[in-house]
């Protein structure tokens, strides 16, 4: 049996806002190179699970990273462990040009020649923001925006992404193009969290799926295999 | 004309002492969308450095204005850390109110220490020139060099580097910031000691062109100041230089042309009026809505 390298682990992860419960002892895994999905209906908890991996927001449980307990490093501290995170609508400084909100993700870096090279690698992903790169990013598309998202994100060279509904307001031509990009930059490995209410998209691309109901997990399997489970869609209409 | 030319000069250094005060208010507004209503405060402290500096340190002038900004900046610092920071979760009110206990507290720990009022040794030989019928003091060039020298320092900070960047970041979306790698605790504690170290360089320069100062002497001016951000737009930097400019050139035409007890009335009407032409201030934008 070979072994296999579990890049992200959650054990019993707990959130509570005030006294709701939005995530109830919750555990997996993201082995590394893989991209593993977490889906469900609004409001299932997906969004809390990644602003605790990120160290957003207080938790119960454990998050470890390549072996390293999380629980009390601060958020800025966590890139610099290796994860980024590409937070829901997106989080761009809407004041801040293009190539400032790149540049901002490579705060840490020190490395000079490695920054232009993965600037360059950002541009030729999403040439669009090479055209754009001196505008302000509230000037953008919601497209864009969530380009500029992502290419933020490669900007913090982290081994790995947490991408918090990358398809939310795109429309369906754009949502294909940045799961493209998702399966492009995992091939390329990166290994890959991703939350999402487009069920079907993210289990197609997905190693590994995981299906969540109010904060809970009720179904868990290969991503090809979930595809087309009938309890996925009752997750979704609240069954 | 010279009469008018030599009001202009006094207006550029009331001005330029303003806009330095204002920038204070406007960059922690900025980030943390808060007045910090010490800051008035912080100046007078500046002034008060100065003064132990120049009389039991016997420093020139350059290391006094460097260790004055440097003490207020570390006492800004302090402030954040331990008055504000607990608050930061809590409602803007909260620390409003805790920032006015935080003035009070300075001003009296001041009286404190220094019941009398000070006088300020004249750190600079004031060399006079006559130009025709124009005088111009040396102390006064000073003043209007070196506060828009500090000025164009710090545009250059918050527009070219990375550490301004990340000012400018938080001011947008404080949440997303830790995400880029960024401390904001680490950004905050920067801007606190940028913004209050420029009041204490503005508290040295009052101080050596008006040179008797007092516990009391940061709350009007720090008023004036505060209004000179507002004017300028709040949470804008060049705002808040700009509207210093304005409220300096206003008092000092007030005062030149009508009797001077009318200076404060006639000023602050025209801000009034200003405010409400444009409520958000001269540069300042009504608040994005965030999608």
Redesign the interface.
Known sequence: MTKIDILLSVRSLSISYDSIKAVDDISFEVARGEIVTLIGANGAGKSSILRAV???IPYTGSIAYAGKDLMNI???QI??AGI??V?E?R?I????TVL?NL???C??RRDKAKIAADLEHVFELFPRLRERTKQLG?MLSGGEQQMLAVG?ALM?DTPMLLLDEPSMGLSPVLVREIFKIIQEINQAGKTILLVEQNANMSLHIAHQGYVLETGRIVLSGAGKELTGSPRVKEAYLGG | MAYIFQQALNALQLGSIYALIALGYTMVYGILTMINFAHGDLFMVGAFFCFIIAVYLHLSFIPTLLLSMMGVAFLGVVIERFAYKPLRNAPRVSAIITALGVGLFLENFTLALSPYPKHIPPLLTNVTWTVGSLSLSSLQMIVIVLSLCLMLILDFIVRHT?AG??M??I???K??V???????NKIISLTFAIGTGLGGAAGVMYGLAYPVIDPYMGIMVGWKAFICAVVGGIGNIRGAMIGGFILGGVEIMVAAFLPSTYRDFVAFTLLLILLIVRPYGILGKPH?Q??
């Not at chain 1, 400084?93 to 801040?96: C, I, K, R």
């Not at chain 2, 830790?178 to 904001?184: A, D, F, I, Q, R």
């Open positions: 990120s160290g957003l601060a958020a800025d890139v610099a980024a995170h937070p609508g989080g400084f809407g004041n801040l400032e540049k901002l993700a705060w840490q509230g933020r913090t | 990375k960047m990340a400018r970041a001011s947008w979306d949440t997303v830790p995400l880029m790698g960024v401390s904001v994005p965030k999608v």
